[in-house]
């Protein structure tokens, strides 16, 4: 039987990773990393209004540069490279003219933030989020927000187009529709060039957009309408159904096929997000946690259908029929920043160092990376009994459980003996505090959990933050063996929608890899973190209810 391939495409935060995967086995042929240059500037982005935003051309140059790469480096005849699946952030969504095109790459538009994919983390709309909930609460109607937590998001769709077709009107006026960042770049691959057509994603439009049958797509019109007339304009230009990501979305279009060498036979899957990928191409199963640790974290479950008959869970990112696998409900849960809130920590202490550098060269030799290193080594060594700050780990606002992106982080209990390292440390059990959070708050709501799995750069690079998330959450931490879980689950997806495997189920006992070791959790570490999180749960309280009042009125 003639072998096989398919392309898993990942879009993260900073960069755009490409593998080459067989489809009997899932070995990772061969792969490419493409880091977004205008985003590694910094452009388009003011971290201290929470914006953050990227130009398409970084991710089209990204698409195009990796599997470019793959294919020329690939011995094997083109024709046997199947197909393609794109996953991404999310929601990061785009907007687009009537053709689909993005705004930011017409003249126009070519340096205006607000024409540039509004990324994931960016909490500009803060004040659109809270109205959409209120709206929802109050219209007299149903409650769109029901399987999405109860809560609208900043990071999220809507609230995002509200905020900048209010703030700007050349965007108002010019953009016909909107798109996903995975539905964007999947669409550009595919000859056939219709929006009406197109093949949403499920997963994006579910988790992010308050997609769901019950109510024949996103939500009508008439709601819509409360919140901005344009915003009723756009529903009539969007979707009603959505697809899940095991379904071809199209063929590729004869411009991609010369730019990527491949041919126009090559399968494109409906696009999907990145950490319900990495949730398949971390074997997922019911009853299994699975935790995408990067810059911040997106904590996976599927649950049967009977299980969560007529029940909306509180206080998640949603439960969405398909987004995980295409038989299940899949539930999302995460952290704002994980990843991120250690990254933090080290550019305050590499500021110094590269304003010494700039003026004399001296500390050029000093990475972010050797600061992590010895922050990491030196945390290992303080004894469980020594004083270690009690710190929240909200420095991106709280994503779950129940949403609040005002929020900010705290770091208490410091003194004149407290050091870097206890505070690196206190922010790695920081986060695992809320991981535990995430996680107690499913089990409340009878959502069982036998196994957690990591995956994701954390999980693969900090040995120490894994040992202490096994030992808040008192339970083993299998850690995937694959390095590009995301990726690979998109190629998982692509194989099925290529009819290479008859189901995903199917494409994951083929084509999973498996682990590669096990954090388990130490008693004496235990006891301790059980008390220590009582803390965190009542200066996490006291900041959201006391220190969020008074700046309230500040």
Sequence with gaps: MKQTFVIGVDFGTDSVRAILVKTDDGTIVDQSTFEYPRWKEGLYCKPEKQQFRQHPLDHIEGLEYTITSIVRDAKIEKSAITGICIDTTGSSPIPVDADGNALALQQDFTEDPDA??????????????????????TWGGL???????????????WAKILYSIRNNKSIRSAAYSWMEHCDYIT??????????????????????????KLWDGPPPREFLSLLDPYLGLLRSRLYEKTYTSDQPAGTLSKEWSEKLGLPVSTIIAVGTFDAHAGAVGSEIKENTLVKVMGTSTCDIIVSSRENLQDVALPGICGQVDGSVLPNAIGLEAGQSAFGDMLAWFVDILYWPLQQLSDSDGSFSEVSKEDIHKILSSKAEKISDDTSVPLSIDWINGRRTPHTNQALKATIANFDLGTTAPHIYKSLIEAICYGAKNILEHFEDRKIEIQTVIGVGGVAKKSPLAM?????????????AKTEQACALGAAMYASVATGIHSSLQDAIIKMGNGFETTYNPENAAVIQYQRKYKKYLELGAFVEHTLLNIEAHV
């Excluded at 540039?116 to 609460?137: P, R, S």
């Excluded at 409650?143 to 769709?157: A, R």
């Excluded at 040992?467 to 850690?479: C, F, G, K």
Aim: aromatic share 12%; hydrophobic share 45%; charged share 30%.
């Design 116 to 137: 540039m994919m509004i990324l994931w983390k960016d909490h500009t709309a803060m004040k659109e989020a809270e109205e959409i909930t209120k709206m929802a609460k």
């Design 143 to 157: 409650d769109f927000t029901k399987f999405v937590g109860g809560v609208y998001s900043s990071e999220w769709f």
């Design 187 to 212: 669409f550009l691959l595919i000859e056939n060039k219709d929006l009406k057509t197109f093949k949403r994603s499920r997963c994006a439009a579910g988790h992010k957009a308050m997609w769901n």
């Design 467 to 479: 040992q202490t998330l096994a030992n808040i959450l008192d339970r083993p931490i299998h850690i």
